[in-house]
């Protein structure tokens, strides 16, 4: 990454040993040719020494990271789509000495089909936008300069207890439904999400719920946040109550310190959205959803901030799709469509009135339920 004033940077260290994750499945199913006939040449010039763990099954990277002695390696190199880090963070997340690990630089290379976090960090460093190789050579060279720094995660929970750890965004509705209705033409590579969203417009369907927020910064006329509220959450995943903030024990996760449990309102000075209807909602906390798609121009990489857009009910299906082809610029926002809205927060509540619509995480399909982050 090329340095940004205010940042604090990293280097890896020569000789640098490397533990390489990697999907052959992914994408058009080329990561593991790809990986030698482009990566390995540029690992081997810069004097990093890479072991390549192949995956062999859904979950097999996330058990690995979190069962495995990793102090043998000074970085986590992840050669998939976004799919395959989703579960490598969040099987970092789940060591009882995750505040160490995950101190440990992590790197994406492009394999996958929507590569989001591949886009965006070739963005923050100033590239030309790019796709394929080309962008696989950028992130390679990214690595073999071995510069890193801080990325921010969300922290998701979910109503039936889940807890996952999130780099990338949370949708509901007309992109999630893209994402996951377009998996069955992974071979096309990044073309599945053009045929998928055609495919979605055509049957455009609307989604009932609740959407809160906490702005990132004071909205016109509201008072001030007050401190983080101290109330417990429950962290389902190891089925115990999180203390408050500042007094975590050893090894505990995080607490959500700005939320209260999904049972309770919303605190008095979150924003609730009055429409309860809505075509999507998607909180993404980098700038591009995909290779092509610059949903959030304003992101970096840790400004704190969930970049939240929702899409209300009654956008025709040309503007819809007029919003789509301006986001590959990321001009969709001067567009001024009165359907589309855009607001930087630092938590938010979806709570659908039926468990209707796929919802996703990182690309990665939940049950539709309430959720916050």
């Not at 990566?39 to 495995?68: S, Y």
């Not at 995750?98 to 976090?117: F, H, R, V, Y």
Request: proline share 8%.
């Amino acid at each position: 990454l090329s340095p940004r004033p205010g940042d604090s940077y990293g280097v890896l260290p020569r000789p640098c040993r490397a533990l390489v994750l990697l999907n052959p499945q992914s994408g058009a199913g080329r990561a593991l040719e790809d990986f030698q006939a482009v990566v390995q040449p540029m690992l081997a010039e810069a004097d990093i020494a890479a072991t390549v763990f192949v995956t062999e099954r859904p979950h097999h990277a996330h058990e690995k990271v979190r069962d495995e002695d990793l102090s043998q390696w000074d970085t986590l190199v992840v050669m998939a789509g976004d799919g395959l880090l989703f579960e490598v963070v969040n099987g970092l997340m789940e060591r009882p000495d995750w505040e160490d690990t995950m101190k440990k630089p992590l790197c994406i290379l492009p394999g996958g089909s929507g590569n989001a976090l591949a886009a965006s960090i070739n963005h923050y460093a100033g590239n030309d936008h790019v796709a394929k190789k080309k962008l696989l050579t950028n992130c390679a060279f990214i690595l073999c300069k071995g510069l890193h720094t801080q990325m921010d995660l969300v922290s998701l929970s979910t109503a039936s207890g889940k807890r996952f750890f999130s780099f990338l965004g949370f949708g509901w509705g007309f992109i999630s439904d893209v994402d996951i209705d377009s998996e069955k033409y992974r071979r096309l590579g990044n073309a599945r999400f053009t045929l998928g969203t055609l495919q979605c417009l055509a049957k455009l369907q609307v989604y009932q719920g609740r959407l809160s927020y906490l702005p990132a910064v004071a909205e016109q006329g509201t008072p001030p946040a007050p401190r983080d509220p101290q109330a417990p959450v429950t962290n389902g995943q190891a089925g115990r109550i999180l203390p408050p903030a500042g007094t975590e024990a050893a090894g505990a996760l995080p607490a959500d310190s700005l939320l209260v449990p999904l049972c309770q309102p919303v605190p008095a000075h979150w924003t609730v959205v009055p429409e309860e209807e809505f075509v999507s909602v998607y909180a993404i906390y980098q700038s591009h959803l995909g290779t092509n798609l610059l949903m959030a121009p304003a992101a970096q990489l840790h400004d704190g901030c969930i970049h939240l857009f929702y899409l209300k009910a009654g956008i025709s299906r040309v503007a819809l799709l007029k919003i789509f082809l301006a986001m590959a610029r990321g001009t969709h926002l001067d567009l001024n469509c009165p359907y589309l809205h855009y607001v930087p927060v630092r938590a938010f509540r979806l709570e659908p009135r039926a468990a209707a619509g796929i919802m996703t995480v990182d690309g990665e399909a939940l049950a539709c339920e309430p959720v916050q982050g």
